[in-house]
């Protein structure tokens, strides 16, 4: 039973935005300070990559390269949700989307410290 929900994937043509959110699936489901929500990406044949983050103390950002200057990350703590304002989507940008919790936000970088996903939603860029 995944622990986070995606929401917000679909088909764009290039050039186009989509905003995704990711939210607890239950309310057992506790983001603490220490945390970091993160998402994720795969795109067929790719192995997954990280994208965006959020701190939950700090409300600090990381990003991508690929991506830095056309999404943005976001949260709203009391909601327990993330957010992923995609711009200027590229054909490259196809993936099924993960949100994903770190409980050590230091190690923000590190995928494998992300031990909470969600299922992932579908995004597709094309024309």
């Known amino acids: 039973q995944a622990q986070l929900v995606e929401s917000g994937g679909g088909l764009v043509q290039p050039g186009g935005s989509l905003g995704l959110a990711c939210a607890p699936s239950?309310?057992?489901?506790?983001?603490?300070?220490?945390?970091?929500m993160g998402w994720f990406r795969q795109a067929p044949g790719k192995e997954r990559q990280f994208v965006a983050g959020?701190?939950?103390?700090?409300?600090?950002?990381y990003y991508a390269e690929s991506v830095k200057g056309r999404f943005a990350v976001s949260r709203v703590a009391a909601e327990n949700a993330v957010y992923l304002q995609m711009n200027n989507l590229t054909p490259e940008d196809t993936a099924i989307y993960y949100c994903?919790?770190?409980?050590?936000?230091?190690?923000?970088?590190?995928?494998?410290?992300?031990?909470?996903w969600g299922q992932g939603t579908q995004v597709t860029v094309s024309s």
């Open positions: 994903a919790r770190n409980a050590d936000a230091s190690t923000w970088y590190d995928g494998s410290k992300y031990n909470d």
């Open positions: 239950g309310r057992s489901f506790t983001i603490y300070a220490n945390d970091i």
């Open positions: 959020v701190t939950w103390r700090n409300n600090r950002k």
